[in-house]
């Protein structure tokens, strides 16, 4: 039995709550992990893991265990980073999940610089706007536009997405211009509906003009909950869109947009990194959110504070 990667199989069960996404994680069958827990469990002749046909739970002798082998798994990290050569070239595998629009417009046009810079960071990058679990997933970093509700996250405020609203000229031609927040509550305009990936839930949006404040839900005959899907909408003339200034930047520049409701103004959307209390801060996840701060300085800065 290899003890490291014993201690390294059973850490992944533990968080992920399962032997099977364990091992997928690992890129291990679900048999070998199986078998590294069992001689785990064997060499140290203690129970570490109450399993079921349902889940699997770490007991009181699993739990303490568990906390000593993150402390020495991040130490063994630290020990092989800590070396010149590892330091000045972060090195291995960095699990990402960002928002399609952010990954299409800002991530990967910037990657050829990042990689040239860090050519030893092999990136996987997941791209949706839906919820990820950080520890079931085994992701290392999110990057998410809102508040950050998880408590059980750390999360780096980056920057701030300005948002306006806008519609395509076929739509304005067809409903008309639009000259206040409430029209969209009637029969003649609609929005293109963003919703929660979770829940199915619409997001609502606050609009504000000097001492005005309007949340806006709106009539909609599509809702999707995906980025890219609601940009595509919006050009097709759907509906009015709330979009952040980058992703609007071009269709405007193009026709293919208006900007509308001009004299209303949005809070900012803050851009946050978020990553889990018990993921290590490698070397490599710093360098990357470094550089997801850079990229923010350029496209959406933090605002300052009236």
């Known amino acids: 039995m290899d003890r490291f990667d014993a201690m390294q199989a059973f850490a992944r069960v533990v968080e992920a709550g399962s032997f099977t996404k364990a091992a997928k994680t690992l890129h291990m069958s679900r ?61 291995g595998r960095l699990r990402v999940d960002v928002p399609s629009p952010f990954a299409r417009i800002i991530l990967v046009p910037a990657l050829p610089a990042f990689h040239a810079r860090y050519p030893d960071i092999q990136l996987h990058l997941g791209v949706s706007d839906r919820m990820v679990d950080l520890i079931g997933d085994n992701v290392d970093c999110v990057v998410r536009g809102g508040t950050i509700t998880d408590q059980s996250l750390i999360a780096r405020h980056v920057g701030d997405l300005q948002l306006g609203a806008y519609a395509a000229p076929a739509y304005l031609q067809r409903a008309g211009a639009i000259a206040h927040p409430s029209e969209l509550e009637d029969s003649q305009h609609c929005i293109v509906g963003f919703m929660s990936s979770r829940t199915g839930r619409l997001f609502p949006y606050a609009m504000r003009r000097g001492e005005v404040l309007l949340e806006v839900q709106g009539r909609h005959m599509l809702a999707v909950d995906d980025g890219n899907a609601y940009l595509a909408a919006g050009l097709a003339g759907l509906g009015l869109l709330w979009l952040p200034d980058y992703m609007a930047r071009g269709p405007v520049e193009q026709g293919e947009l208006v900007p509308v409701l001009q004299d209303w103004n949005f809070d900012p959307m803050p851009i946050h990194i978020a990553f889990p209390p018990s993921r290590h801060v490698s070397n490599k996840l710093r360098v990357f959110i470094d550089w997801v701060v850079e990229l923010m300085v350029q496209h959406a800065p933090v605002a300052r504070q009236p």
């Open 31 to 91: 048999t070998s992990v199986t078998q590294l827990i069992q001689q785990l469990e064997a060499r140290l002749r203690v129970k570490l893991l109450h399993r079921t046909t349902r889940q699997v739970k770490v007991t009181a002798d699993g739990a303490a265990y568990y906390e000593r082998v993150v402390r020495l798994l991040a130490d063994m990290d630290d020990a092989e980073t800590s070396l010149s050569s590892a330091s000045a070239l972060p090195r």
